[in-house]
């Protein structure tokens, strides 16, 4: 009897052992692999949107404004200084855009549960 005790006890341990690891991994997870992978994405997409005339800084500080793109190269060609230097860089170089743009607001169609519901009372609405 005391036998079956021990070895009921002993698998119950270990499924929750298994489920603390499973918690540490998805808090690991969610506290530093997503936010970072992100802000990766955030950053790609800055450095696809750069138009002629934006400031910006590069990751070594320097600040100028993009004359040129050059997509084949994957360069950007920036004035600077009051002598208007030129220098060219890599677009993985650029740091952040200091020029502010208007938001673009684009209409995104929910696809959602509640989303489906709510285009279906529309339709019973419009065929009335």
Do not use: H
Not at 59 to 85: F, M, P, Y
């Amino acid at each position: 009897m005391n036998l079956n005790l021990m070895q009921a006890s002993s698998g119950g341990g270990m499924w929750t052992l298994i489920i603390i690891y499973v918690l540490i991994f998805a808090g690991i997870y969610f506290i530093l692999i997503r936010p970072k992978s992100k802000r990766n994405k955030q950053e790609q997409e800055l450095r696809n949107n750069l138009e002629i005339g934006d400031e910006i800084t590069t990751i070594g500080g320097i600040v100028g404004r993009v004359i040129a793109i050059r997509e084949e190269a994957d360069e950007i060609v920036l004035e600077t200084g009051s002598e208007k230097t030129k220098m060219v860089f890599k677009r993985w170089a650029i740091s952040s855009v200091n020029s502010e743009k208007e938001p673009t607001v684009e209409k995104k169609e929910n696809t959602g549960f509640f989303a489906k519901r709510k285009n279906k009372k529309e339709e019973e609405t419009a065929a009335e």
